[in-house]
């Protein structure tokens, strides 16, 4: 992380986001969220699985549009708009899963994060006139400051997809930054990464906030890093806002501590939920195959075919047994 890379402009709005619902057929998604990203802060959402991180994060960029509820960015009303628009106002965001072109270099990749700000116009950049080559040195002299500030100067010819996961997730975040953003919308960046690029991107995250001045919305799995590097938590659970505030408060909150502990029995129950459900399966084979020989005999049957029925139940259901019996060992293992 070097370089002389500046922010073009510094957020100074909060981002605020205040009763926000969002239904899907039937489901509430989210309901009546509030919460504020304060200038400059690293600002955290948690929640179990399904919870509605990432439904909200879809709100705030314009993917999905609120049912009811106000977002509202330096003065500026975002509910309504469409995603490049709250782009255009400084909001870029990552993805969960990478969102790059693979084939691209990085140098090519960073360019088209610039896109947006490009002023000359399609014929202009195609007759190569000089404003438009003096406009695309000047990205290109910003996409190797912002390539230096997140280590990635010596890779900016190579092809996004030979580089390893931990480094494209850098490139994701570099061509956010790419795009001068006021606040930066980061979707579980560490996921997948290993213990030394974890690191690496709490680093340049804290950078970001410190360096640069940019606010970090950020939805993350990884208590450690929440903990580490958010200045405010906002909990969901079930679509609800449970509990806000600084993380230390905010891991101590009882109400959180349900949430999570519940979501922990929750999954306990649910494979326990499977592993009856499965021995119920395997009762009612049995029970079939005692009808079936019972059927047989009160026939008068003695043939192949009423013993062939018999074997082949009662081998599903010694098989289903033994499957049992296998899935619980290795359970326990
Ligand atoms: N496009 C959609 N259509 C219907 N239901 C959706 C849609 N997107 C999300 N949901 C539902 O909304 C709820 C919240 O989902 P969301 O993905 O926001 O949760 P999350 O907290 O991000 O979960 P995870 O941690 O598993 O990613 C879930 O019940 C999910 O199934």
Known sequence: MTGTYQPAGTGVSPLEVREVTVRFAGL???????????PGTVHAIIGPNGAGKSTCFNVLSGVYTASSGSVRFGG????????????ALGIAR?????????????????????????RAGFVAAGLRLPSARREAARHL????????FVGLAGRLATPVGLLPYG??????????LCMEPRLLLLDEPVAGMNGGERAEMAG????????????????????GMVMRLADT?????????????????????PAVIRAYLGAATEEAATEDRAAEHKATEHEAAEDRATEDRAAAMAAGETGQAGQAGQTGQARQAREAGEQDAAAAAGGQA
């Open 167 to 176: 480094v494209q997730k850098r490139v994701e975040l570099a061509r956010a």
């Open 204 to 223: 340049l995250i804290v950078a970001i906030k410190e360096s640069l001045g940019i606010s970090v919305l950020l939805v993350e799995h990884d208590m």
């Open 233 to 253: 938590v906002t909990v969901l659970d079930f679509g609800r806002r449970i509990a806000g505030g600084p993380p230390e408060e905010v891991q101590r909150d």
């Open 94 to 118: 990552t993805f969960q899963n990478i969102a790059l072109s693979a084939r691209l270099s990085v140098r090519d990749n960073l360019l088209l994060g610039r896109h947006r700000l490009t």
């Open 141 to 148: 002299a910003r996409v190797e400051e912002i390539a230096a």
């Open 28 to 38: 509430t998604a989210l309901d009546a969220v509030s919460l504020t990203v304060e």
């Open 76 to 87: 500026v009303e975002l509910t309504t708009l469409p995603a490049h628009k709250i782009a």
